[in-house]
Structure formats: structure tokens, C-alpha cells
């Protein structure tokens, strides 16, 4: 069975096929093609949602398939029926499960007893389908005709703010798959941890990554700047301790321009104006943020179209 728990479980010819897939699907989205249709997905939320509740939604429905939204708390999860038991019910009504969860392992142990595809929708440590969408934003830009992968090679992200976050790791990731520059930029305490420089080992790729406490240094000629918000989810109780030591880290309009002129501004959203980055800078017209944020639907119709085709 395949999945999509992290950035590497398609190939990188596989990945190019989803990212021109995407772009198909975003030119012909009142006439896609329906690979879902007469099928029924779940999309099961331990977390509270915009972006991928309503795009996962709308994804299903307009690839043909019905999708069907659940909670965690209002299922007999929420009352202590184990994961396997709940993988293996869900997998007799279900051809497919989106999940948004805390901790990776329920995802890994969703994936271990499905006889279903499950896509990594967010966990506390990664967010796959939001990088393929930032990815195939930027080809948008660097190969709109056949949205080639290669154009990214070399190409420098400079990431602000908490560094060991789930969003920092996808970068991470995704850089070392597509052979990528990136330099992380935080206080000290939040570099990228461990469990990130294992699955790069896991997956044959190379630690290519660089952190420093200087946010001046990642900025120089960077390619994209990319932040995230500095409190995320199960965070609030030290949200006051992590604003003042994530202050330095903004993204003004100084900071930006110490990046190539033609530099991209990018967020997964939600964003906290004034804090992890300044209005101007959400505002300018290096920001592509809504795009990015639009692209979530094809990006992931395109993932979930993939695999069903792999999983036939």
C-alpha cells in the first residue's frame, strides 16, 4: 500500500508527475478528470482546520468522490478504541484517509493497519502536502510550461523563526530531495533537532541544511524567504517566552531586501501580522501567499489522484 506521510514517499519522477498533474487540474479544474469518482475519503481531524479541511473537502468532491469529515473527538477514538482497530473498521468503509494529528506515530500506526492510502494532512513533525504546494508554486514561476524540477536546483530558501518546527523539517526535507540551498535562521534552542537528521539519513539524503542566529546572514542572496507562525498549535503556554525571543526573526522590508531583488515571499498561513512578519512585507508584490495558499487544492488533488494510480 502507498502513503503520503512525508515528502519522499513519491520519487522524484513520481513527484514530477504530480506537480504536472496539478498544473492540470488548476487549468481544467471545471473539467478534470474524476479518479475518486464512486469513491468515498475520510478526512479526520485531530486538529482544527481552514486551509486543509476546506481544500482536502472541495479536492475530493471535485475529483468525483464523496468526502467524508471526522473528528476525533466524535469518534471512538475520543473514547479510547485503539488505532489499529480504527485503521482496520475505517479501511472496510473508506478508499482513502487524510489525517491532521499531533504526534507523527499516529499517522505511522494509521498507515501500519490501513488496507487504505493515507495522506499526511500535518503532524507535529512534518506537512508533505503543503510543501508540494509551495513547490509547485515556485515552478509555477521558475518552469510554468512543463514545470520541470530541475529549475530548483541550487536554488536558496532562507527559513525565520522556530527552526525545530513541523514546517522547518518539511523544508528541510524537501531541499535535500530536490537538491535545494537552505539556511535556517532562529534563536538558540529552536535548531532543527534530531529526528529530522535521521529521516534525511533514512532516506540516503544528505544533511544539507545550515542554522545560524543571524537572520542578516540566511537573507543574502536567498531565492525564498519562508516563515511560519511563531506559536503553533500545543504551544500556547509558552506563547509570551517564544514572541520575545523570536522578535529578531521578523520578516520586515529590511530583511527582505537583503535578498535577490526577484526573491519570493512565501507562508503557509495563517499569519500573524507584526509578528513573525510585517504587513508591508504580506502586502508587497514578492508575496505570493495566496497562491500558495489556492495551489493547496491542486497540489492535493494531484497527491490523492497519484495515489489511487499507484495504489490500483
Known sequence: MHHFLKETDFSLEQAQQVFLLAKQFKAERASSAQPLSTQSWGLLFYKSSTRTRISFEVGVH?????????????????????????????????????????????????????????????????HPCQLYTDIFTLLERYSPDDMDIETLKGKKVAFLGDCASNMANSWIHTAAMFGMEIVLAGPEGFEPGSEIDDALKADGLELNYTFTTDPTAAFQDADVIYTDVWVSMGDEAEAEKRKAEMAPYQVTRELLALAKSEAYFMHCLPAHAGEEVSQEVLDSPQSIIFDEAENRLHAQKAIMAKLVELNA
Open 62 to 126: 471535485e475529483l468525483g468522490g464523496h468526502p467524508v469529515v471526522l473528528n476525533s473527538q466524535n469518534t471512538q477514538i475520543g473514547r479510547g478504541e485503539t488505532i489499529e482497530d480504527t485503521a482496520k473498521v475505517m479501511s472496510r468503509y473508506l478508499h482513502g484517509l487524510v489525517i491532521r494529528t499531533f504526534a507523527h506515530s499516529i499517522i505511522e500506526d494509521f498507515a501500519a493497519h490501513a488496507s487504505m492510502p493515507i495522506v499526511n494532512g500535518l503532524t507535529d513533525f512534518n
